[in-house]
């Protein structure tokens, strides 16, 4: 297999693109279990692993205090706007143009600060952490905006979880030198969609329920 490997870096494909699509099943699978099992919600599976990815291209400081700003700017202008009585998708647009503004504010103030691994941040991780405000707003209009802080709070966690996961060199290194194991991924995911126990956050939530049983 790492022959295989071999074949498709002579072809042009950068190593890097390999070991990421390789390394994105067991993300996904984490988050599943993480989901399935802990009983971490989240903003579904999509949301978390792109946001892990896009913590890779700004580091985890600054990736976090991106999303973190981006979540608080979404859920103020959402406030504000939401006295306009406009429809969803233009009020989406407005938020989505107050983000992007916030985050070019950002990072013009981290450069003046001389914090040039924010000011150089790529445009690509940007623009993925500015979309998940359409996730969050949708949420906040369907669930509330507690539960729609919880979320991101939640989603915020598992990506964190999953940025060391792509950070550790034995992981990397096993991906790499045994691709096969990607395909564990899917006997996993199968005992996963059979759970029916208790998640273990609900055993902290039924607890008092569960001693009298």
Known sequence: ??????????????????????????????????????????????TPSIITFAFLGTGIKYGMAIFVSVILVGMITRIIIQKLRILYLPRVAINLTVVSLSILFILVIGGYFQRTGLASVSIFPLLIMITIVEKFVATQIEKGNKTA?????????????????????????????????????????????????????????????????
């Open 149 to 213: 802080f919880l979320l991101a709070i939640e989603t915020l966690i598992i990506a964190i979880i999953g940025y060391y996961l792509l950070n550790w060199d034995f992981f990397i290194n096993s991906v790499i030198s045994y691709p096969w194991i990607i395909l564990l991924t899917l006997p996993i995911n199968i005992l996963l969609g059979k759970w029916t126990g208790l998640r273990l956050t609900e055993y902290v939530r039924f607890r008092e329920v569960l001693k009298k049983i």
């Open 1 to 46: 297999m790492t022959n295989l490997i071999d074949s498709f870096v002579s072809q042009g494909v950068p190593l890097e693109t390999i070991a990421l699509l390789l390394m994105f099943p067991v993300i996904a699978t984490l988050i599943a279990f993480l989901r399935q099992v802990v009983g971490i919600k989240a903003f579904g599976i999509y």
